[in-house]
Nanobody
Framework: QVQLVESGGGLVQAGGSLRLSCTASGGSFSNYGMGWFRQGPRKEREFVAVIDWSGGVTYYGDSVKGRFTISRDNAKNTVYLQMNGLKPEDTAVYYC??????????????????WGQGTQVTVSS
């Protein structure tokens, strides 16, 4: 059973940057594709970005394309989300998730088998 722990959230002004990290334990990290999702107040969980097992292929949601970058370090069992040009509408709890279909690049919540507890990102205007 893979356990995922996110970190790096916080309060930032609009236009600022944050880097989220998600560290995995209890499984073989390179067996999983990894995704980031977010859930704002009174909203459904939304796809943000996904990366395949090798780190060679990525895919982004339209609302973050060109501003956010997903990457991974399999030696450290960690996936990252670099967030630049943050906007107030990026305010949400951000979750990382693991997909056993490591080549799928799943964008749906149901594609992912394991979830972290989330980290809050708040962007002030």
């Amino acid at each position: 059973q893979v356990q995922l722990v996110e970190s790096g959230g916080g309060l930032v002004q609009a236009g600022g940057s944050l880097r989220l990290s998600c560290t995995a334990s209890g499984g073989s990290f390179s067996n999983y594709g990894m995704g980031w999702f977010r859930q704002g107040p009174r909203k459904e969980r939304e796809f943000v970005a996904v990366i395949d097992w090798s780190g060679g292929v990525t895919y982004y949601g339209d609302s973050v394309k060109g501003r956010f970058t997903i990457s991974r370090d399999n030696a450290k069992n960690t996936v990252y989300l670099q967030m630049n040009g943050l906007k107030p509408e990026d305010t949400a709890v951000y979750y990382c998730a693991a997909d056993r279909a490591r080549l799928r690049l799943g964008t749906r919540v149901s594609d992912h088998d394991h979830w972290g507890q989330g980290t809050q990102v708040t962007v002030s205007s």
